[in-house]
């Protein structure tokens, strides 16, 4: 059965916040806070933790299209070829915010996801899971817990969460309330940029 973390996002308790990352970096999946709504995590590096995601989200994880959640804008460079200045701008306007934007990967990517030309890249406007990617000292692989088929109490109370993951994950993070809306996706490998989808975050920022 998983932990359930208390987890103040006013000032969060370092010593809850490394009790999450040795889950992470012991090979476990999280469920935490964003600015948006409540997401699937696992350490990046480790590839029995993303395989566990893709399992529990029916997918091949070559296929998947997961997030990267990175700390600021000098971690997000790690995996994504260099911007251009106009990119870079609005990058640094909309983030941290309720954001992905989709950018082309580079060679540092990790084995599994290799053969992906873009990824998606977020850095949340929450303490808790800013602290953790820091803490960590590497980007949190993510993917949103919302289903269109689920009730919507289960997006925003983490006591709700807790009883429905409570067996598949290894730890959730209660850090309040939840928003049950998803972040913008703002496609940035074109020549203009593109909303995919329309969420959380205004689109105000071009």
Not at 72 to 78: A, E, K, P, T, V
Not at 116 to 145: C, F, Y
């Amino acid at each position: 059965m998983a932990k359930f973390i208390k987890i103040y996002p006013d000032n969060p308790n370092e010593k809850e916040i490394q009790k999450v990352v040795k889950i992470l970096k012991d090979g476990g999946l999280i469920i935490y806070p964003t600015d948006t709504v409540y997401g699937l995590g696992c350490d990046i590096t480790n590839t029995k933790a993303l395989e566990r995601i893709a399992k529990i989200k029916g997918i091949k994880l070559e296929k998947a299209n997961f997030s990267f959640v990175c700390n600021d804008l000098s971690n997000i460079s790690d995996y994504v070829k260099s911007l251009d200045t106009s990119s870079f701008k609005i990058l640094k306007r909309a983030l941290p915010g309720p954001y992905t934007f989709i950018l082309e990967g580079n060679n540092n990517l990790p084995k599994e996801f290799k053969k992906k030309k873009t990824v998606g890249i977020r850095v949340p406007d929450n303490s808790i899971a800013l602290e953790l990617v820091k803490q960590l000292g590497n980007p949190i692989v993510s993917t949103s817990i919302y289903d269109d088929d689920e009730l919507i109490e289960y997006t925003t109370d983490p006591e709700l969460i807790f009883e429905k993951w409570q067996n598949k994950v290894d730890a959730v993070i209660d850090g309040g309330y939840g928003d049950n809306m998803a972040s913008t996706i703002i496609d940035l490998t074109g020549n203009e940029p593109e909303v995919i989808r329309e969420g959380k975050g205004s689109i105000d920022i071009f």
